[in-house]
């Protein structure tokens, strides 16, 4: 039985062929025994995670698996013959067993991708059945049990019972211990092992990932045994296994033999990277430890008698080799432990003192016939393992439904967390918290995506809202007099129909024939955080608004991000606001950066704006619209021309920017409409419009002119965002990929990237789908743009930069109401900006020099980077004064910050995406047909089973087979 959508349900796995049906039907007659290998791989990739080194001899796994179930597939005779020479016959090749799980225990197919390299040297030694008793498929990378074994799974009882200590002794270990604090500690010291994430490939758990800091290829963590007990997230010791050890990269073609090696080229020898004597050398790699020193090779800035850049030099010369390694210990455990979900197996339940008898491995029609002591916990998310929850820790009320037998409990999701993973263990052992309800129902899915996420959506604490002012706050006379004062100006703010927290405004006004003075006004939330209060430690805690389907997590109290703090319009509100001076080709000749207090005048929405544009809505017919209330004495003529000039001038600066070299890659997002109960009931594609290039525009000018003032003043506590360069094999993959459809690319850059997909949509004019699809695989190659302290990167300033912007600095600074990042940023914009208010009241320029000396005294806001000014006694002195006042963090602090910050973005963009695709699961549920044009791509096998919301992840397509893989859900 499968468990879906919170229906008990048949579980069959039909691979089709593309042939017509009586072929099929003749070849399912004549198939032969050896055929079915794949089926037992597919059934018993529902094992524990660590039996794909070979370590059948699970301790803590079931026997108890439901082999009802039919499981065939057919391959043709280059497949059988590339996979079936190592395999092993199978006595009962009409059966499989399928395991009785969620998502995760049923493994995504990879045809298109190499079998992992289980068999190493390690591995061999460690787990002896690796050679011996396991087959292992290159689609589903989990072990097929030998025919000895007679299809079951072993149990190791001894491994259960802990009835005494000598007992445990004696436990098979099959993970080395991890070294000691001292150890790893000496050991970094002397560049032995390095310190990293540990990421987990979610279509393989068997593949982790590290990267290293300085290294320009992940190192690949290979097996149970290699990956040592860390699970996804965790900060690792990684040790850097000999070269003859590291595997042949993905997608690498050609003879290699040379490892990439030049002729001629000169030699030097490398030491510290040592490769045993008995360990022979891979094929695409020389045998002796010397590397070329040409000028093919390099160390990627690395000095090459420093560790990393040995390694380095190893790299560049093997170039279609990965680096492998191996966890040695966990410098820091991932907070995901702390937040699994899944679903329990009782299916599954571990026998303790009758785990060999026969009678356990017949099928059992009530849980209650059991007497065990373990039960299985199948994570949502694939990257982590099964998991052994004991009965013990079982939540009362789920422990009382298991001992009356009731099914349903494997129905309903849990949240869990990893209490404990032995040496002796091939399972982590978990602790069961409570269950959020049925897996199929929208409200136990949402609770389980935030709990998941670590997003807290509880009330804010009463400690937290103790120092805000009332609702009816008005601006203080303190501040009135201390703020420019711009209520004199037309502002308004554009934003969605339904937003609430408006942290943004906008103004334009003609100061000169050719220049405009354009107003970028963000909400000046650092008047009402101060660090360090209750406030601030729950905004920084939470770190980022969340905005699910029918869901929004605020990062603020209601009362500042929705209120006093929000641009209503209006209301005085107080800014920090920078006066961008632009001329006619849309280049800023002069600025200003202060803080304000302005008065919006209306709430457009993106459609009101885009009206004004598309000229739909003008000052004579601006009667015919349902338009928003207008404060001020402003009338609809200022607001409409004010839009229009908007408008021309974002448009010159978004040609400009495309100029210098920013790329766009952006495919069309589906949006979800919802009827007035909240039920899902269409869908249709969300497109970006010239409105919303508008306020982006604008926003993006204000966060580099905040990102260029902030580092000046502060070069070693600043907080940035920088967007690295394309991974360069995935880069150079996609240029094969054009390359083999006739489609010109030049990658050399980000504008001639850019420039390459402005040709490429036009030859696929006749096409747009085609070219979404194309759009979509050049992101891949893309990495993620990060915050960062500048101090940590201060002799890397090159890294500094943002890919995708063609910017060489860059923060955030314009959304203080949803992000913490901006308010660190308004504080120590804040300080840069009075610390030269400051310097000029005590220098008396304004008095005493003209304008120019003013000018030049601006040594961070203005244009002109005074190093003179900034470096002097005076200046460092009032600089100091302001960063005490303002308590700006110092380097160590903001480095945490920026890393806390990256995380919790990471956890809202998967909590978003699971809304996104638990409310698509309700609509596709509830329409039984849609009609929708889409591009089919060849398909050679088409993979249906029931199962439930997750499957839905398991659809991807293989440029290399042209393949499609899905999965879906009956």
């Not at 699970?58 to 013959?81: C, D, K, L, P, R």
């Not at 050399?748 to 850019?754: A, D, M, P, T």
Request: hydrophobic share 35%; net charge negative.
């Amino acid at each position: 039985m499968m468990k879906g959508n919170g229906i008990m349900m048949e579980q069959q796995v039909v691979f089709v062929d593309v042939v017509d049906k009586d072929k099929k039907k003749k070849r399912r007659s004549n198939r032969r025994p050896k055929h079915n290998i794949a089926s037992s791989s597919s059934s018993s990739s529902c094992s524990v995670y660590g039996s794909a080194n070979g370590t059948h001899e699970a301790t803590e796994w079931s026997g108890t698996v439901n082999g009802s179930n039919n499981v065939s597939m057919t391959m043709n005779s280059s497949y059988s013959q590339k996979f079936g020479s190592d395999s092993h016959a199978i006595k009962d090749p009409g059966m499989g067993t399928v395991c009785n799980g969620g998502f995760s225990s049923f493994p995504t197919m990879h045809i298109d991708e190499e079998a992992p390299e289980l068999g190493s040297i390690k591995d061999q030694c460690q787990y002896p059945s690796v050679s011996k008793d396991n087959v292992f498929s290159r689609s589903c990378p989990e072990p097929i049990y030998h025919k000895d074994t007679n299809g079951s799974l072993p149990i190791n009882v001894n491994s259960l019972c802990q009835e005494n200590q000598q007992a445990v002794d004696m436990r098979k270990k099959y993970f080395d211990p991890y070294w000691l604090v001292e150890t790893v500690n000496e050991a970094i010291q002397k560049g032995e092992i390095f310190v990293a994430t540990f990421r987990v490939n979610a279509h393989n758990r068997l593949e982790a990932y590290c990267t290293i800091d300085g290294l320009p290829t992940d190192v690949l963590i290979n097996g149970v045994a290699a990956q040592n007990r860390a699970v996804e997230g965790d900060i690792v010791a990684v040790r850097i296994d000999p070269l003859a050890l590291w595997t042949r990269l993905k997608g690498s073609a050609g003879n290699t033999n040379n490892g990439g090696r030049s002729d001629g080229s000169k030699a030097v020898e490398v030491v510290g990277v040592n490769c045993k004597g008995k360990e022979k050398v891979g094929d695409d790699s020389e045998p002796n430890k010397c590397i070329p020193m040409s000028s093919d090779v390099s160390n990627f800035g690395h000095d090459p008698l420093t560790p990393i850049g040995k390694i380095c030099a190893l790299v560049s010369s093997f170039p279609f080799k990965r680096p492998t390694g191996t966890v040695v210990a966990i410098i820091e455990k991932s907070p995901r432990r702390d937040t699994v979900v899944g679903f329990l197996g009782i299916n599954q339940w571990v026998p303790y003192r009758e785990g060999l008898k026969k009678e356990t491995k017949k099928k059992q029609s009530s849980v209650s016939s059991f007497s065990g002591e373990f039960i299985h916990l199948t994570p949502n998310d694939a990257k982590f393992p099964k998991m052994l929850v004991s009965l013990s820790n079982l939540p009362d009320c789920i422990n009382k439904r298991l001992m009356e037998g009731d099914a349903t409990v494997e129905m309903e999701l849990v949240a869990a967390r990893i209490d404990d993973w032995r040496e002796d263990s091939l399972l982590p052992h978990a602790h069961v918290m409570h269950n959020f309800g049925r897996g199929g129902e929208i409200e136990p899915q949402v609770a389980a995506i935030l709990f998941e996420n670590s997003i807290c959506h509880t009330e804010f604490s009463a400690e937290s809202l103790s120092n805000l002012p009332e609702s009816s706050w008005q601006v203080p006379f303190k501040e009135l007099e201390s703020r420019k004062d711009l209520r004199n100006l037309c502002t308004f703010t554009i934003d969605p129909a339904t937003a609430s927290d408006l942290d943004d405004a906008l103004s334009v006004e003609r100061v000169s024939d050719g220049i405009l003075r354009v107003g970028v006004h963000i909400a000046d939330m650092s008047y009402f955080i101060l660090p360090d209060t209750p406030l601030d430690i729950e905004a920084r805690n939470r770190s980022s608004s969340i905005y699910l389907q029918q869901h929004k997590v605020p990062m603020l109290p209601p009362l500042l991000s929705e209120n006093i703090g929000s641009f209503v319009p209006g209301k005085d509100r107080l800014a920090f606001s920078i006066l961008f001076d632009i001329n006619l080709v849309g280049d800023v000749v002069d600025r200003w950066i202060g803080r304000t207090i302005i008065r919006s005048c209306c709430k457009l929405s993106y459609q009101h704006a885009q009206d004004i544009i598309d000229k739909l809505m003008d000052v004579e017919r601006h009667g015919k619209f349902q338009l928003p209330d207008l404060y001020g004495p402003f009338g609809w003529e200022d607001v409409i021309g004010s839009v229009k000039m908007l408008h021309e001038i974002s448009k010159m600066l978004k040609e400009n920017r495309f100029k210098d070299g920013a790329i766009r890659l952006e495919n069309s997002k589906p949006f979800i409409l919802f009827d007035e109960q909240g039920i899902p009931y269409d869908s249709m594609l969300a497109e970006q419009t010239e409105s919303n290039y508008l306020v982006e525009e604008f926003m993006l000018l204000a966060n580099r002119t905040a990102a260029e003032v902030i580092s000046r003043a502060y070069p070693d506590c600043a907080l940035l965002r920088r967007h690295p360069e394309p991974n360069g094999r995935k880069l150079k993959e996609f240029e094969g990929f054009c390359c083999k459809h006739g489609l010109e690319l030049n990658t050399s850059s980000s504008g001639q990237f850019n420039v390459s997909l402005g040709k490429i949509k036009d030859v696929l004019q006749n096409d747009p789908v085609l070219f979404d699809i194309l759009v979509s695989y050049a992101s891949r190659p893309m990495q993620l743009a990060t915050y960062f302290c500048t101090g940590v990167l201060r002799e890397r300033e090159n890294e500094w930069a943002h890919y995708a912007l063609a910017m060489p600095l860059y923060t955030h600074f314009t959304s203080p109401l949803r992000r913490y990042a901006d308010i660190v940023v308004h504080r120590t914009l804040a300080a840069a900006i009075e610390a030269e208010e400051l310097y000029l009241q005590q220098e008396k320029i304004i008095s005493k020099s003209s304008k120019g000396d003013e000018i030049m005294a601006k040594c961070f806001s203005n244009f002109y980077f005074d190093v003179h000014t900034a470096e002097s006694k005076k200046f460092r002195e009032a600089l100091a004064a302001t960063t005490s006042k303002y308590r700006v963090p110092r380097m160590e602090i903001v480095a945490d910050i920026a890393t806390y910050c990256n995380e919790k973005r990471l956890a809202c963009r998967r909590a978003e995406d699971a809304s996104e695709k638990l409310y698509l699961w309700a609509l596709l549920k509830k329409r039984e047909v849609f009609i929708r044009f889409a591009l089919i791509m060849p398909i050679i096998i088409f993979c249906i089973a029931p199962g439930t919301l997750h499957l839905m992840d398991s659809f991807y397509y293989s440029p290399v087979f042209f393949l499609l893989v899905s999965t879906w859900s009956l």
